[in-house]
């Protein structure tokens, strides 16, 4: 028997977790002059389409639950309470992937943990059936209490909602992939992340890291030896009543608002958003402003002077406070650049601000 090409097709389909592929059948093909003693080829099924593979659940705050088929009329809810000691260094690092989260620091010496694990189903027995699919493991290991959201099957139709008391010298790590997070009244580092989900930050004490992709960023009444640093893609960025030796905040998408803070050194970026700074300013204190397509406006009592350095390339520049002294300019610069330049009272404070497409105003604030 002779036989000129002989090809082999192995078809193969990768699961996702959770989900069983379909199967997976070799095809044997011979050329078209096969030897004419030569059985004919077996008829191979087709191999039936891999079922889709499960998304993770996107929304702010909440699990985005199936909205047709039925599948998420009911709701069953499960509560877990779990209590750990908490020794000299310990820290809290939570992990979570649909549900929100609210982190806040009291007296004592344990740290309390309320999980409420949510189910939807197309009727109760099916909701509940969902509970059974997360559990949620804390573990205590060289100073680590380590709270984790473990997932049997797709998230599409589970969330789990934490509240968490810990003593508010507890240093805290948490991290979610959809939710809002909360964290309050916390004496150590805080490092809090979510992708999609608002992040709410009040009462900090030191160094604190706030960062969401898809949400507003909100941090207020804190006072704070070190630096704050607050970021989001698409949301706006509100801080208000801090006290702080460094300050920055970055958005692309969003706008910055920061009133009655208090900083040695602010850095504040935004690529389309406005950028609004109002309120007292501390002597000697040194501010860095971009915006590529957005606004800058400070309104600023006029109890500090300062000196500021101003740019942009299509947009206005003006103050409604009177600058005197080392060159003040108002005008064009090089090419199409608007310039401002000048102090304005004892020029302790620097600011530097740069815009492109977007107005320079500097008011008074009563």
């Not at 908490?86 to 344990?110: C, H, K, W, Y």
């Not at 941090?219 to 630096?227: L, Q």
């Not at 850095?267 to 109002?278: F, Q, Y």
Request: net charge positive.
């Amino acid at each position: 028997m002779r036989v000129r090409n002989l090809i082999l097709v192995v078809v193969a389909s990768v699961a996702a977790p959770s989900v069983s592929a379909g199967g997976v059948l070799p095809e044997l093909l011979v050329d078209s002059q096969p030897v004419a003693q030569a059985p004919p080829a077996p008829q191979v099924p087709p191999v039936p389409p891999a079922p889709p593979v499960p998304r993770t659940p996107r929304g702010t705050g909440r699990a985005d639950w199936p909205r047709d088929r039925g599948e998420g009329r009911t709701e069953e809810r499960e509560t877990l309470n779990k209590v750990v000691k908490a020794g000299s260094g310990t820290t809290l690092v939570l992990s979570n992937l649909s549900g929100d989260i609210t982190v806040t620091g009291g007296p004592g010496s344990e740290i309390r943990i309320e999980a409420t694990k949510r189910g939807r189903g197309r009727d109760s027995a099916d909701a509940r059936k969902q509970l059974d699919m997360v559990d949620v493991e804390v573990t205590d290991h060289a100073g680590r209490v380590t709270v984790t959201t473990v997932y049997r099957a797709s998230p599409n139709r589970i969330a789990v909602d934490y509240k968490v008391l810990v003593p508010a010298t507890v240093p805290v790590e948490v991290k979610s992939l959809s939710g809002d997070v909360t964290v309050g009244s916390l004496k150590a580092m805080v490092h809090a992340e979510t992708i999609s989900g608002n992040m709410t930050a009040a009462s900090l004490g030191q160094d604190s890291w706030l960062k969401t992709v898809s949400g507003n960023v909100n941090v207020s009444s804190s006072a704070v030896t070190g630096e704050i640093s607050v970021s989001s893609v698409s949301g706006n960025i509100r801080a208000q009543g801090l006290k702080v030796r460094s300050l920055s905040v970055g958005t692309v998408s969003g706008d910055v608002e920061m009133s009655s803070t208090a900083c040695e050194r602010a850095s504040v970026r935004s690529v389309s958003g406005n950028v609004d700074i109002a309120g007292p300013v501390a002597k000697g204190a040194r501010y860095e402003v971009k915006s590529h397509s957005g606004d800058i406006r400070f309104g600023l009592d006029g109890k500090t002077g300062f000196e500021v350095s101003a740019t942009s390339f299509s947009g206005s520049l003006k103050s409604d406070l009177p600058l005197t002294s080392r060159g003040a300019t108002s005008g064009r610069g090089r090419g199409r650049h608007q310039v401002l330049q000048g102090v304005f009272g004892d020029g302790s404070a620097q600011f530097d601000v740069q815009a492109f497409s977007g107005n320079v105003t500097i008011v008074k604030h009563p």
